[in-house]
C-alpha cells in the first residue's frame, strides 16, 4: 500500500472504548500498525453496574455442545479492546485477519514505547464526547470484577515508569537549556572571529 511500517501509538488514557475502537478499526482496514497503551484506564459510558451486569451476561454464553469450544471470555483489558475491534472487522476475511494482525493492545506502558510520545484521538475522548456529569467506568476495574488478577500489579509498574519518566523529563530540560546556552556562546564566538578576519580585509 505503500505506507509507513512505523506503528501509531495511541495512548488509551480518557479515552471512549467503543469509539476509539471504530477509529482504530478503521486504521488498520486502511493498512495502518497501531499500538494501544494503557488499555485498563480507557472508559465506558454508563455506571460501572450496568457495565458489570452485561459483561457477566456476556460470560455465561458458551457452546452448548462443547463449552471448550467457545465462546471464549477475555479478562484482561488489552484482551477486552482487542476483541471489540476484532468485532469491527471482518476477521474472517483474509483482508480482515491481516488487519487484526497489525494491532497491538497493552496494560500500562511497555518499556519499548516509555520514550516515544503517544496520541490522543479528541474525537473519542471522555471530555469531548461524554456530557458532563455522565458517568463512566473504566475498563480496568471491569477486568478486575470479572477475573483479571493483574491490577495492583500494572499499577505498581506505572508507578515507578512516571517516577522514571519525570526524572528523565529534568534532565532532558536541562540537556536542552545547556544546548541553548552553548549555541549562543558558540554565536558569540563566531561573530568575533568574524570581524577579526574581517579587520584583516579577507571576505
Not at 469491527?88 to 476475511?93: A, D
Not at 520514550?115 to 473504566?138: E, M, N
Not at 505498581?156 to 545547556?178: C, H, I, M, N, S
Amino acid at each position: 500500500m505503500g505506507l509507513s511500517n512505523r506503528a501509531i501509538i495511541i495512548d488509551g488514557k480518557n479515552h471512549l472504548l467503543g469509539r476509539l475502537a471504530s477509529i482504530v478499526a478503521k486504521k488498520l482496514l486502511q493498512g495502518e500498525k497501531v499500538v494501544i497503551t494503557r488499555t485498563e484506564e480507557i472508559n465506558i459510558s454508563g455506571n460501572f453496574h450496568r457495565s458489570k451486569l452485561k459483561y457477566m451476561s456476556f460470560l455465561r454464553k458458551r457452546c452448548n455442545i462443547n463449552p471448550a469450544r467457545g465462546a471464549f471470555h477475555y479478562r484482561a483489558p488489552s484482551k477486552i479492546f482487542w476483541r471489540t475491534v476484532r468485532g469491527m472487522l471482518p476477521h474472517k476475511t483474509i483482508r480482515g485477519n491481516e488487519a487484526l494482525k497489525n494491532l497491538r493492545t497493552y496494560e500500562g506502558v511497555p518499556a519499548k514505547y516509555q520514550k516515544t510520545k503517544a496520541l490522543l484521538v479528541p474525537s473519542a475522548s471522555r471530555f469531548l464526547s461524554l456530557q458532563p456529569r455522565r458517568k463512566f467506568c473504566k475498563v480496568g476495574r471491569l477486568s478486575h470484577e470479572v477475573g483479571w488478577q493483574y491490577q495492583d500489579v500494572v499499577a505498581k509498574l506505572e508507578a515507578k515508569r512516571k517516577v522514571k519518566g519525570a526524572a528523565y523529563y529534568e534532565q532532558k530540560k536541562k540537556l536542552d537549556k545547556l544546548q541553548v546556552q552553548a549555541k549562543i556562546n558558540a554565536a558569540s564566538k563566531i561573530a568575533q572571529y568574524q570581524k577579526i578576519i574581517e579587520s584583516f580585509g579577507y571576505n
